[in-house]
């Protein structure tokens, strides 16, 4: 008696195509666990001060893991297919996808050639968090743009001036180091500087205009939250050393 096909659909290939495509500005290669109803990934950055993590509304007949070797491959052979409702066979090892006018195989590493960064998610969810407030996607855009000016620094610190929220490119560990500065809005809470690394903020998938960033000040970690109708991704940054 044969087993029944592994398969696993998806309801929005483009929505597929930028959810893993934003683990793979983090690592190339990581694991995709595979549910009835979702994919979820976890991942970090080789230095840990990264860590990026979410899930994929999806339908599969079957729980697994996929070992993936080159996302960014995949993603590339993804994107040839133009219709958004697909259904991909899951091999022993490999993804294969058979449509009307593209046909392909892509193999997967070997369970245990990967591994899953050691963090529980568990515990991550039960953080508080005293500090919490919503960045628009054209603030973060005019920021990045503030970076070409403030070249001499990675460092973007977070903090609260006169009632509002101030977002600031600088190292306030160097002298005479060039700045920018721009308000982010009129804000209730109090915040003392807060540092974090702007190359983690550039590798950043925004889902939504508007990202939620919450804060634990007493361990020094950041959670920037972005989601939509079928996809969530989170990001914990460590902060830096003033």
Known sequence: MTSPQRKLKLSSRPEFIKFIDSFSKINDSFIA???EDNISVITAS????????GSYKCSSNYNT???????????????????????????????????????????????????????SLDKIKNFTFDISFNITKQQLSAITKGSTFATET??????????????????????????????????EFKLAPVAVNFDNIRLLTLLDD???????????????ETKNNTTNISYLISSLTQ
């Open 33 to 35: 666990e595979i549910k």
């Open 154 to 187: 990675n460092k973007l610190y977070l903090y609260t001036d006169e009632g509002k929220l101030i977002a600031e490119l600088t190292d306030k560990a160097r002298h005479n180091a060039d700045s920018y500065t721009m308000a982010l809005g009129e804000v």
């Open 210 to 224: 508007t990202v939620s960033v919450n804060i634990n000040t007493k361990f020094g970690v950041v959670i920037i």
């Open 46 to 53: 080789p230095d840990n001060t990264l860590i990026s993590y």
């Open 65 to 119: 893991n996929l070992n993936i070797p080159d996302c960014k491959k995949l993603v590339r052979v993804l994107d040839t297919i133009s219709s958004d409702d697909i259904e991909l066979k899951i091999n022993t090892n490999n993804i294969e996808y058979a449509g009307n006018n593209v046909k392909f195989k892509y193999h997967l590493f070997e369970d245990g050639f990967l591994n899953k960064p050691s963090l």
